[in-house]
DNA sequence: AAATCGGGGGT
DNA sequence: ACCCCAGATTT
């Protein structure tokens, strides 16, 4: 880790280019409050700036402060992140909004410490807060600034264990600077998601590129090294679609952990041997037309998820099922309910 | 320390 | 078809 430049050139050379070519315009950059800036950070955990842009434009205008999500239902919210993946966010996004209001009265936390208590928000998340929206000098870590950290040091190893994440948090913090908190975190951002690119680099553009010993090492997109490749396991599952004479599909509540934690899906059976067993107990009379759907592959980051949907039309609408918690849902009036993309994605073929 | 959580966009 | 993205939480 040796480099000509000193911490202060390395900022006063990141901020000079973002004042040149930094981005001033985003949505989260207009109206600078703790609330914007927050949701803006989660929303952009794990997703890129421009699926982000219209899902915070609708949450901003259904949720213009901290007391009305704080006082919304957990469907509203979830209804609105159906899509962005990553539900646990939007839970956490909620019972978070709730806790300032309930133990800071409504104001967010003015440090680090305070804001990493908090549900949905680490260290680098409360960096951003505090940086961005409290003039409050702290440093981030996210996938960008990894990128340009991992490349400018040529730092060896995968990000995501200790040992190199400590080191990075280590370098972070060593190159923050005194003044100019705000735009030096966007610069950082604005860096890797515009130049210091994961493929293609735009080295020769870059003002870090003389003293970048990622450059140095002729290449600069080994940084950062890759996660070791583990192979992903094939699940099968059937939904049961099924539709009553008004046309409503029964959906049921998913728990609130795991895959799709809190969504609304379909009835799931693991064989299409126990859907039809299920389907004799709960519909054994009112079953009829049972028709298997072409599947189709659904891809998590850790496994794939082959889904066979089955078309149940009921000759009549059905009482309770068990215990279960359920909504018929009419796909051409759709309610306020979280989905997951492929349950949205069938419902919306079956019209 | 390692596994768990989605969906989309780039290549 | 494969990679990974404005990470945090749980085990």
Redesign the pocket.
């Known amino acids: 880790m040796t480099s000509a430049l000193t911490t202060t050139a390395f900022a006063d050379t990141i901020l000079h280019w973002y004042d040149l070519h930094g ?1 001033k315009h ?1 949505p ?2 207009q109206d600078i409050t703790p609330y914007r800036v927050w949701v ?2 989660i929303m ?8 982000v842009i219209p899902y915070y434009e609708r949450f901003m205008e259904r949720f213009p402060n901290v007391q009305a999500l704080a006082t919304a239902e957990q469907d509203d919210v979830l209804h609105l992140w ?8 939007g839970r ?1 996004l909620h019972a978070c909004a709730r806790q300032i209001v309930e133990r800071y009265n409504g104001e967010f936390p003015q440090s680090v410490e305070q804001l ?1 208590e ?9 960096g ?1 807060i505090v940086s961005i929206s409290m003039d409050i000098r702290a440093a981030i870590l ?3 600034v ?2 340009v950290l991992t490349r400018f040091y040529a730092v060896e190893g995968w990000p ?4 190199v994440q400590n080191r990075l948090w280590d370098i972070a913090e060593r190159l923050t600077p005194q003044h100019r908190h705000r735009e030096y975190t ?1 610069a950082m ?2 860096m ?2 515009t130049l210091c ?4 680099p735009a080295c020769g553009i870059c003002p870090l590129q003389p003293e970048c010993l990622g450059h140095a090492s002729s290449k600069p997109t080994q940084y ?1 090294n ?2 070791p ?2 192979d992903k396991p094939e699940k099968h599952t059937w939904m049961l679609m099924l539709r009553n004479p008004q046309g409503e599909y029964l959906l049921q509540p998913r728990p609130q ?5 809190g ?1 609304w899906s379909f009835p799931e059976a693991p064989s299409m041997a126990q859907a039809e067993q299920w389907l004799s107990t709960h519909f054994g009379d009112t079953a009829e037309h049972t028709q298997e759907l072409n599947s189709f592959r ?5 496994y794939h998820l082959h889904i066979h949907p089955v078309a149940i039309s009921l000759t009549r609408s059905t009482a309770q099922i068990g215990e279960a918690e359920q909504h018929w849902y009419n796909p051409r009036n759709p309610s306020a309910l979280g989905l ?3 349950v949205k994605k069938l419902l919306q073929s079956s019209l």
């Open positions: 981005r985003l989260w950059q803006s950070e952009l955990q794990q997703t890129q700036v421009a699926t159906t899509g962005l993946g990553y539900y646990a966010r956490n990493s908090l549900p949905g928000i680490g260290r680098s998340t409360a951003a996210d996938g960008n990894k990128r995501g264990t200790t040992t966007q951002m604005d890797g998601a690119t994961r493929s293609k950062p890759s996660k490749k583990k952990t795991g895959i799709w934690g969504l659904h891809t998590f980051s850790h997951a993309a492929p």
